[in-house]
């Protein structure tokens, strides 16, 4: 595979992009990959223990795969409305590549989810299919929190969610990066440090949005349009966010073919798919997915 970078994005919003070329022209789609809140595009080129990364893995499948970074995100300029950077501005960024590109596969992690099924309801002919990894709802499902919580000390211990101060950038420190992220028992928890030291700042905007704090979130305004658009959402058990009601719920809405992944026999995966010990056997089951969807 050959390995070059582009950028692309909006005049506001521009993005960095990796790009790794089939060896062979399969006509396959294009593939872009899509990191979640305080990532970057790295986790899909490697693992922190020096594994290939999923970019390689369907790359040698055939497809040309895009590995982008949030604005602001990676090598991604940050401009100097970051605090202000939202969840549609990202998907605006998204919508440049893929008319860049042409009409390609999306994959989303986590809090790309929402980003995603905006793009597709607004970009339809430009997204062919989305993979949804552990991928966060439109704020359609997500229940309203309001700007404060009712009562001191209280905390959502449902949703996990988070109340982003707004005149600063959000980041997390080592303990919330070991409940909600390398948590689980697969993930490569000799190289944590690696993989802490990857984590950057979010856009407050963002998180807010992510928990549809005052009614913030991104909401599809015609759901029904998602309806024929093939969509996976594959989710593990040990992720405390992602519980199989939750995901499943969220599969139902969007017509989507829904993976718990204990129901085909695969236990202790967390929050990072792409990061854990299993990251290959998890690729091949997205690769028969897209290989029944002819993709």
């Not at 899909?44 to 795969?65: I, K, N, S």
């Not at 970074?69 to 401009?79: K, N």
């Not at 440049?96 to 339809?124: C, K, T």
């Amino acid at each position: 595979m050959k390995q070059r970078f582009l950028y692309s994005g909006t005049a506001e919003h521009p993005v960095y992009v990796d790009v790794l070329a089939a060896e062979e022209k399969t006509g396959k789609l294009p593939i872009v990959m899509l990191h979640g809140g305080f990532h970057n595009g790295t986790g899909y080129l490697a693992t922190p223990d020096g594994r290939e990364g999923w970019a390689c893995f369907f790359c040698r499948r055939g497809h040309d795969v895009h590995v982008m970074d949030w604005p602001g995100h990676g090598r991604s300029p940050t401009s100097a409305s970051f605090l202000e950077l939202s969840m549609a501005d990202v998907g605006r960024s998204l919508a440049a590549l893929l008319h860049d590109i042409g009409p390609s596969i999306v994959f989303a992690h986590s809090a790309a989810g929402p980003i995603a099924w905006w793009v597709a309801e607004n970009h339809r002919t430009h997204v062919r299919a989305i993979v949804g990894i552990a991928p966060g709802a439109p704020a359609n499902l997500v229940l309203e929190l309001p700007p404060e919580p009712a009562s001191a000390g209280e905390s959502d211990t449902t949703s996990h969610a988070i109340r982003a101060p707004t005149d600063r950038p959000a980041f997390v420190d080592r303990a919330f990066i070991r409940t909600y992220w390398a948590n689980s028992p697969r993930f490569p928890l000799g190289a944590f440090e690696a993989y802490a030291r990857s984590i950057g700042h979010e856009s407050p905007r963002i998180l807010n949005e992510r928990f549809n704090i005052g009614g913030s979130g991104l909401h599809l305004e015609h759901p029904e349009q998602l309806g024929t658009l093939p969509i996976l959402v594959m989710t593990g058990d040990s992720d405390p966010r992602h519980p199989k009601e939750v995901d499943g719920a969220l599969a139902k809405f969007l017509g989507a073919d829904f993976t718990w992944l204990p129901d085909i026999g695969i236990t202790g995966n967390g929050h990072m798919l792409m990061l854990e010990d299993n990251n290959e056997q998890l690729a091949a089951h997205i690769g028969c997915w897209l290989d029944q969807k002819s993709f």
